[in-house]
């Protein structure tokens, strides 16, 4: 089955840019799409098809994507960053199935 | 305001059976697909099925498919989760997610979850 990776952490002091990966045979054919959780509540998307910014998110959230791999950038992290984020994408069989990468803990200390 | 309530989580017997609904309120239902997600007690996201506008088209997670089912009334702007055969991995917090559209993509709300606990 499809699998989408992302590094399990990232840590990045205040002010500083974090980039969180995602890879993906399927990503030169699909959009990927990120999500931020915080603890104890439901995800927020934060970016849609590769680099899009939903309105009320943040202008230092930022996304791209290039081949195999989307990336989600942080420019001048905030401690209020700190929590988990997902990628999610479909396969390329074109099914609609989706799938989320296994997540990335952001530490802003 | 888009607002999606999730109901039914409960906890079960390994084997068990269980249905899970999702009100939603805040749009025109019957204008979006609609999907479930889970995630299990301090793990990652696990996408577990979409159902059309119409309810014409479902997907599922290799992980459930043939022991769950979704639904929908369109004129009720209720979405369902049959889950039947469960296991203990399947104990999660589930949500529904709202579509951008009538065709699958991606989801832009989710609700708060219901939680599911599968253990004897």
């Known amino acids: 089955s499809y699998e989408l990776t992302q590094p399990p952490s990232v840590s990045v002091s205040p002010g500083q840019t974090a980039r969180i990966t995602c890879s993906g045979d399927?990503?030169?054919?699909?959009?990927a799409y990120w999500y931020q959780q915080k603890s104890g509540q439901a995800p927020v998307l934060v970016i849609y098809?590769?680099?899009k910014r939903p309105s009320g998110i943040p202008e230092r959230f930022s996304g791209s994507s290039s081949g195999t791999m989307a990336t989600l950038t942080i420019s001048g992290a905030q401690v209020e960053d700190e929590a988990d984020y997902y990628c999610?994408?479909?396969?390329?069989?074109?099914?609609?199935?989706?799938?989320f990468g296994g997540g990335t803990k952001l530490t802003v200390l | 305001e888009v607002q999606l309530v999730e109901s039914g989580g409960v906890v079960v017997q390994p084997g068990g059976s269980l249905r899970l609904s999702c009100a939603a309120s805040?749009?025109?239902?019957?204008?979006?697909?609609m999907h479930w997600v889970r995630q299990a007690p301090g793990k990652g996201l696990e996408w577990v099925s979409l159902?059309?506008?119409?309810?014409?088209?479902?997907y599922y997670a290799d992980s459930v498919k043939g022991r769950f089912t979704i639904s929908r009334d369109n004129s009720k702007n209720s979405l369902y989760l049959q889950m039947n055969s469960l296991r203990t991995e399947d104990t999660a917090l589930y949500y529904c997610?709202?579509?951008?559209?009538?065709?699958?993509?991606?989801?832009?709300?989710w609700g708060q979850g219901t939680l599911v606990t599968v253990s004897s």
């Open positions: 997610a709202k579509d951008t559209a009538m065709e699958p993509g991606w989801f832009d709300y």
């Open positions: 805040g749009f025109t239902f019957d204008d979006y697909t």
């Open positions: 159902i059309s506008w119409d309810g014409g088209s479902t």
């Open positions: 399927a990503l030169p054919k699909k959009y």
């Open positions: 999610y994408s479909t396969d390329s069989s074109g099914n609609h199935r989706g799938v």
């Open positions: 098809e590769d680099s």
